[in-house]
């Protein structure tokens, strides 16, 4: 297995001694409660005198390959600046290129973990760049993309996808194309929540939306908003994957009812037409609060493959963690495949699949130290095979795990390098 870092100077991300797995299940749920706002407000508290501290970094980083094999990653550098960069595997190892700083005006860019710049390579050399631009009302944004047609050598302005112009949420894109070549951008949006009545100061409505729209174009221009569904969580990242019938599906964290943050797929119709929602886990997440935990989906050679962060009752135990299951075509999960990776500090896993190979990695830290794990599969996901791929001190992303054929890379940035593992089966 080879492994290979490029240096570069301090950006940023996530502290890897931010919120994990193992505060959420010693039960801090008023901190995700109150959180961004998203729950009931704490009670005030005297305030103490504390130390400035600095601003915390931001290592978000979108990976993803070419046509031609090379990894791509895109991120900000420590002025905020957003850039592209290619490594090359060589016989020694990934080789970096240069970095090459991308005009995107005056936006300040979101690169905090679950909301990263997004990497998309689509026909005849074109790639998209997209990523959230950050306004000056708290939780705030707009959905920006970057377009280039001539295989990323250059970059025309950024232009804004989402026909809402409202100061509001509309944060956590992901993009990507169906078969037939449409373009699908799908993202956390509240202008529900902003018209919804209100009891006292609490609204009525539950969590956040999910809106989409289509561009039959490759970017050029995009289609009508489009609401996917009502009551979705506020701040996890929304996952898209192309199945075997070559449609898009989304799987993201739901607010069921009464108040449970399961996960939920849809299908998305290069129509327009309205999505029906299937329920894909159930944990029974009853805590009042975004987790920050969004989840990853990837198709199998029937249905898909996924992971998520759950809480779930386990005989007379509540137990947090990280999940995977095998889901069928509509999206339930198949009966027997819901496995817990052994790791109760996982947090953030990503995973990809290739026939009967199937890959799962994430990030466990201890509150100093991180460790990159990968879970690994040659039976479609029946059984798997623990590996440890490193460590890193200190801010680091979560990992990104992406495909080229056969091959199979992670990439992991932290504040000093972004490290390339090869995973090995």
């Not at 409505?205 to 809106?211: D, V």
């Not at 943050?261 to 290069?270: E, G, M, S």
Request: aromatic share 8%.
């Amino acid at each position: 297995m080879k492994n290979t870092a490029i240096s570069f100077a301090r950006a940023g991300l996530r502290s890897a001694r931010a919120l994990g797995v193992a505060a959420l299940a010693l039960g801090l749920h008023a901190a995700l409660a109150q959180h961004a706002g998203h729950g009931a407000p704490a009670q005030a508290a005297a305030p103490k005198p504390t130390k400035e501290r600095a601003p915390r970094p931001q290592l978000g980083t979108g990976a993803a390959f070419a046509p031609d094999g090379s990894l791509w990653m895109a991120a900000l550098d420590e002025q905020g600046r957003l850039f592209v960069q290619t490594a090359h595997a060589q016989e020694k190892g990934w080789q970096w290129g240069a970095p090459r700083t991308l005009d995107t005006s005056t936006d300040r860019i979101s690169a905090d973990g679950e909301n990263r710049p997004k990497l998309l390579f689509g026909p005849k050399g074109l790639v998209l760049v997209s990523y959230t631009q950050v306004l000056d009302k708290p939780f705030t944004g707009f959905i920006r993309m970057l377009r280039s047609t001539d295989g990323g050598k250059t970059f025309g302005p950024p232009a804004t996808v989402h026909a809402d112009r409202q100061i509001i949420t509309h944060r956590f894109e992901s993009i990507a194309f169906d078969a037939q070549g449409a373009l699908h951008t799908v993202w956390i949006d509240k202008r529900d929540l902003e018209t919804a009545p209100r009891v006292g100061s609490k609204s009525t409505y539950r969590g956040a939306a999910i809106y989409r729209n289509v561009s039959l174009d490759g970017g050029v221009t995009f289609g009508p908003d489009i609401k996917v569904a009502d009551h979705s969580c506020e701040c996890c990242r929304i996952a898209l994957a192309q199945g075997p019938d070559g449609r898009v599906r989304a799987l993201w964290r739901h607010v069921f009812e009464p108040n449970v943050r399961d996960h939920a797929l849809a299908v998305l119709d290069v129509q327009g037409k309205s999505a029906d929602i299937v329920r894909a886990t159930e944990d029974g997440w009853r805590i009042d609060g975004c987790p920050h935990h969004g989840p990853a989906l990837v198709a199998a050679q029937e249905g898909f493959h996924a992971v998520w962060f759950g809480i779930r009752q386990e005989g007379d135990a509540t137990v947090a963690g990280v999940r995977y299951a095998r889901l069928a075509t509509d999206g339930r999960p198949e009966p027997g495949s819901v496995q817990r990776i052994p790791d109760a500090r996982a947090e953030h896993a990503d995973l990809q699949a290739q026939g009967s190979k199937v890959a799962v990695v994430w990030r466990s830290t201890d509150g100093a130290t991180s460790t990159l794990k990968a879970w690994t599969s040659t039976d479609a996901g029946k059984t798997f095979r623990a590996q440890v791929l490193g460590q890193a001190e200190g801010d680091n992303d979560f990992p990104r795990l992406v495909r080229h054929g056969e091959r199979m890379v992670v990439v992991w940035r932290n504040s000093k390098e972004v490290k390339i593992h090869d995973i090995g089966f």
